[in-house]
Nanobody, 118 residues
């Protein structure tokens, strides 16, 4: 079983950048598809982007294409979400999800708050 801990959330001005981290313990992330989700107040949780563990391909939700990037540091068991050109509508709690390729088990972090405001 893997435990995920997100960090890096903060208050940032529009147009700014932020890097979120998702660090795993209890397991490596090599056999997992990793996704970043977010949930804004009063809205459902949505998938922002993911990197498939099977082939490394990525999915980006339209609103973040060209602005957000996912990357992994396998040695540190950490996945990063680089967010650039942030907009107020990016304000949400961001969650890291690990989906095991074989067992299909899902694991979630506790979330980290990102607020984009001037």
């Amino acid at each position: 079983q893997v435990q995920l801990v997100e960090s890096g959330g903060a208050l940032v001005q529009p147009g700014g950048s932020l890097i979120l981290s998702c660090t795993a313990s209890g397991s490596t992330l090599d056999d997992y598809t990793i996704g970043w989700f977010r949930q804004a107040p009063g809205k459902e949780r949505e998938e922002v982007l993911c990197e498939k563990g099977s082939d490394g391909s990525t999915y980006y939700e339209d609103s973040v294409k060209g602005r957000f990037t996912i990357s992994r540091d396998h040695a540190k068991h950490t996945v990063y979400l680089q967010m650039n050109s942030l907009k107020p509508e990016d304000t949400a709690v961001y969650y890291c999800n690990a989906h095991h390729l074989v067992t299909r088990s899902d694991y979630w972090g506790q979330g980290t708050q990102v607020t984009v405001s001037s």
